[in-house]
């Protein structure tokens, strides 16, 4: 096991490169299986849920076959299974996307409840309603989705989602790809990796116009043909770059990014008094002066992402006066609060609103991340704490940022990973 041990309070400096999309990768991925042929999938993110799903991929019987670090060929030609093993689905939770391509492709999935982080109650009943829309018959058993079509065949229809969610629209976007005629989604959530998966489905043949709008209609076609993709630039790995800038101060030029989706992280950090300067494909992130106190409510996209709110709470412990967060999304996402607090934070929580009153500084102590982006903001928050702060558990981290510590050092941020003895770690990870 290892951790993370920064010593902070120093400014960041230089230019800093985003990888491909997290959430885009997991779904696309899957969405290879739905793909008589080679796909070439560039700008894949080295991160440990890639890694998993290729994997699954390969128990599945498909070939995967890594180009470079960032290149994947994917031939899903000879896949003959439907089921998906337990041990390696329950270990994410984007397996869900398993269920849409696997009964895309056969008509049949059995595929193991998701797993991920815990995020609180984080049910698939839309994901289910979709599926059985379009003609599959849904059951849970001994902790399986089942999923199957009668005759093999799903049918096109109108799905309306009853909640804007981005797995469950991704989700029934695999599913009604090959089905016979047209599925109409409404109430589609809109957030970039859904463009992106609705972009790659494209160019191997699929007919889907409006992903991007809360109406999604997706045209079935009789099969898909191999074909080379690249993915979007990961929207939150950029976010936790302009909030590192953002809670250690510094001036950072962010390249390959996508401007336009990041409006929503950057407008609330020009309200706080940080400058971003867009360009083509990057931005440039400037913070000299004391934070301004800002008040920030999570919604679906366009609105500001969930999951940077960890990240952007790490900048407000530091900004004169009183913030309010309101999650709008997820019932648990205040885990990180004691921890933040362990670094001399002032934070209250009251079920979905978090009340945080700004401090002068934050000083180093020995932390453990809990989830992906609370402990991506632990590390914004110990970049920007005067002291060392460690920061256990980083296998959370390390499930959604490729390369964190290289790319902060060539920040000029102190941080380095350590090993931690067998016995330290099992301890902290039974406490987690
Ligand atoms: C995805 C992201 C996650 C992000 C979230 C919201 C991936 C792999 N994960 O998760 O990082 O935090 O979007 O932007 O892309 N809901 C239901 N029933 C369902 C599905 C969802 O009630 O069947 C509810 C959830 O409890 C939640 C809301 O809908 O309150 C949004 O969830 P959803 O957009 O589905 O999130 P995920 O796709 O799981």
Request: proline share 3%.
């Amino acid at each position: 096991m290892q951790k993370y041990v920064i010593h902070g309070g120093k400014p960041l400096s230089g230019t800093v490169s985003i990888s491909g999309a997290k959430n885009a990768a997991v779904a696309i991925i899957p969405a290879a299986l739905l793909v008589d042929g080679v796909c070439r999938i560039e700008n894949i993110p080295q991160i440990s849920d890639v890694t998993l799903i290729l994997r699954i991929l390969q128990e599945l019987g498909a070939g995967v076959h890594l180009v470079n670090r960032h290149t994947v060929e994917i031939d899903s030609r000879h896949i003959a299974s439907f089921r998906v093993p337990d041990q390696l689905s329950r270990k994410m939770r984007a397996s869900y996307y398993l269920i849409g391509s696997l009964l895309g492709r056969f008509g049949r999935a059995m595929v193991s409840m998701p797993g991920g982080c815990d995020l609180g109650t984080r049910p698939i009943d839309l994901h289910l309603k979709s599926f059985q829309a379009l003609g599959a018959e849904v059951s849970v058993e001994s902790g399986y989705v089942h999923a199957t079509a009668p005759n093999g065949r799903l049918h096109g229809a109108g799905i309306y989602m009853d909640q804007a969610s981005v797995g469950a629209t991704m989700n029934a976007m695999l599913a009604a790809v090959r089905a016979d005629g047209t599925t109409t989604i409404e109430n589609a959530a809109k957030e970039p990796h859904i463009v992106d998966l609705a972009n790659f489905l494209n160019t191997m043949g699929a007919d889907i116009t409006g992903a991007g709008t809360d109406v999604i209609r997706v045209r079935g076609v009789k099969s898909l043909h191999g074909g080379a993709y690249s993915i979007i630039p990961d929207q939150i790995e950029a976010g936790t770059y302009l909030a590192a800038v953002t809670a250690a101060g510094g001036d950072v030029v962010i390249q390959n990014v996508i401007p336009k989706h990041l409006d929503c992280i950057t407008a609330k950090l020009e309200e706080m008094g940080v400058q971003v300067e867009e360009y083509g494909d990057s931005v440039r992130v400037v913070r000299r002066g004391a934070l301004r106190r800002t008040n920030i409510k999570t919604m679906p996209y366009p609105g500001f992402p969930t999951d940077m709110q960890p990240q952007i709470a790490a900048c407000l412990c530091l900004a004169e006066g009183t913030s309010v967060i309101n999650e709008g999304i997820w019932e648990n996402r205040y885990r990180y609060v004691s921890e933040f607090r362990r670094l001399g934070a002032h934070i209250q929580v009251d079920g979905k609103i978090a009340v945080i009153e700004g401090v002068e500084r934050l000083t180093g102590a020995s932390l453990r991340a809990c989830d992906l982006r609370a402990g991506a903001a632990m590390v914004v928050a110990g970049l920007a704490a005067e002291g060392t702060t460690e920061i256990g558990c980083i296998h959370y981290i390390e499930r959604g940022y490729e390369k964190l510590v290289e790319k902060l050092q060539g920040l000029g941020a102190d941080i380095r990973v350590v090993d931690v003895p067998e016995e330290d770690g099992q301890q902290a990870d039974q406490a987690g």
